[in-house]
């Protein structure tokens, strides 16, 4: 009769009633068999609903529990196990703990997917807050090159081409090369403009007036530091 109220809980859970897990697990922890799986499903189900700092201390309980439960050291790559380990890796950056958060996001992008898409893009954000600049242009990389969720794609491709601009060496080719391809994919974004000062700066420092001169022109609004190149 104990592993009814568990059962019952698990199909509050599949059903999505994530409100009244989070009402009814808690309480059950403890002459619960299996708490590793109880934790998970509350730890979910406050993911769910955006609750991050309240998923994270079961999303540890879980971790512990299931560190304890199987000492391979084998990488699950089930989709459970991946669905699992994003909700795991995205609760630790909405923590701010972005350590963390690398280490199961590089868990789940094993297969060409949004969600895989989704993990490199929040893995550059990671590595961006880290200061870690070099595997934040790798991860932004890697996002823009999947085309599963357009938004991430963009995004991710101009976040790319900045850091290229930012970090990039004498002969900035690869800054050059990233802000160029921003500027082709999307001609109407509003950081195109942003993009095109970047590429004209580049090319006013390294003095290839004529195509700075050509990023210049192309601007519909032209800012006063621009302006000034010009």
Do not use: W
């Not at 299931?66 to 790559?77: A, E, R, V």
């Not at 989704?118 to 961006?128: E, F, K, P, Q, T």
Request: proline fraction near 3%; charged fraction near 20%.
């Amino acid at each position: 009769a104990s592993v009814v109220p568990f059962y019952i809980t698990q199909i509050y859970f599949i059903q999505k009633d994530y409100d009244t897990v989070i009402a009814l697990a808690p309480e059950l922890l403890e002459k619960s068999a299996d708490k590793a799986e109880l934790n998970r499903i509350i730890a979910l189900s406050y993911y769910n609903l955006d609750k991050y700092n309240q998923a994270l201390p079961y999303f540890n309980k879980y971790i512990e529990l299931n560190n304890t439960n199987h000492s391979s050291t084998t990488i699950d790559t089930t989709e459970a196990t991946r669905n699992n380990n994003y909700a795991i890796g995205y609760t630790f950056y909405k923590t701010q703990n972005y350590s963390n958060a690398v280490e199961y996001l590089t868990q789940t992008v094993g297969k060409e997917d949004a969600l895989s898409q989704n993990a490199y893009y929040v893995m550059g954000d990671c590595y961006l807050k880290l200061q870690k600049l070099s595997l934040a242009t790798q991860s932004f990389f890697e996002a823009s090159k999947k085309d599963y969720i357009p938004e991430i794609k963009e995004d991710a491709l101009y976040n790319y081409a900045k850091l290229q601009y930012e970090t990039a060496a004498v002969p900035f080719k690869s800054a050059i090369s990233a802000l160029e391809n921003y500027i082709q994919q999307y001609p109407h974004s509003t950081r195109s403009a942003e993009a095109t000062e970047y590429l004209a700066t580049i090319y006013a420092s390294t003095r290839n007036y004529e195509e700075a001169v050509k990023s210049i022109e192309r601007l519909d609004d032209k800012s006063p530091k621009i302006m000034r190149a010009y």
